[in-house]
């Protein structure tokens, strides 16, 4: 599960980032409302945990701006008012759970696992692309009909090619959501992994579709 995190607090940011990763969440953080927004916008998550008071825009303004662009990821807010109408504010404009700092990370968890459970209703239960067809629930890969089994960083690649096919994707968006880390030297492990997997959904077939954008990324497209 990939979180984005929005908190301009740096030892609180830094504190939950680092617990969260080790409940197993990929998180990225983000410190300003600003920068924070643009990564809600620009990359798929499942959740999103915002504060409120944040620098550059509040998370009220981020929460509208989302929502607004049918952005429908589980919003949990964080934030240290406890006033009503703040809390009634941030629910109707879009925010799915709200906690009032200082909470217990225990709650925080549970209530995030609860927001998770929810199903998905805004995603199609089975991705298809030409021939393709990559199904979510069961890790499952078809191609022209015929199963394609994949290790998990390779499905994992796949399944973000497929939710943004014919879009060139970074590098940097590849590593971060699939590993959640990005360097230089990370690079080569992507195009490992990307050889891999054209190995097993391109090569055995007439048509390709994992193309290389040079100086970008890939792009999921049929050739």
């Keep these: 599960m990939r979180v984005l995190l929005i908190?301009?607090?740096p030892k609180l940011g830094s504190?939950?980032?680092k617990l969260l990763k080790k409940q197993g969440y990929?998180?990225?953080?983000?410190?300003?409302?600003i920068s924070g927004e643009r990564s809600a916008q620009d990359r798929e998550y499942d959740i999103i945990l915002l504060d409120l008071n944040l620098p550059g825009k509040d998370g009220l303004e981020i929460a509208t701006s989302i929502r607004k662009e049918k952005i429908t990821t589980p919003l949990l807010m964080l934030t240290s008012r406890n006033a009503l109408l703040d809390r009634i504010k941030g629910l109707d404009?879009?925010?799915?759970?709200y906690l009032t700092k200082p909470f217990s990370t225990g709650e925080l968890f549970a209530r995030m696992r609860a927001l998770l459970r929810r199903p998905k209703t805004s995603l199609p239960s089975k991705l298809n692309y030409e021939d393709i067809v990559l199904d979510p629930a069961t890790h499952k890969v078809f191609r022209g009909g015929q199963e394609i089994t994949l290790m998990p960083k390779e499905y994992s690649l796949l399944e973000?090619?497929?939710r943004n096919n014919?879009?060139?994707?970074?590098?940097?968006e590849l590593l971060r959501?699939?590993?959640?880390?990005?360097?230089?030297s990370s690079s080569n492990r992507l195009e490992v992994y990307v050889r891999y997997l054209r190995s097993k959904i391109d090569k055995p077939f007439k048509s390709q579709y994992i193309?290389?954008?040079r100086g970008v990324g890939y792009r999921l497209v049929k050739v």
């Excluded at 404009?93 to 759970?97: E, K, L, N």
């Excluded at 959501?177 to 230089?184: F, I, Q």
């Design 211 to 213: 193309t290389t954008v």
């Design 177 to 184: 959501h699939v590993w959640g880390v990005y360097s230089r």
């Design 160 to 162: 973000y090619l497929m």
């Design 15 to 17: 504190t939950l980032a």
């Design 166 to 172: 014919q879009r060139a994707v970074t590098r940097e």
């Design 93 to 97: 404009i879009g925010a799915d759970d």
């Design 26 to 33: 990929l998180v990225d953080l983000e410190k300003d409302g």
């Design 7 to 9: 908190e301009d607090d």
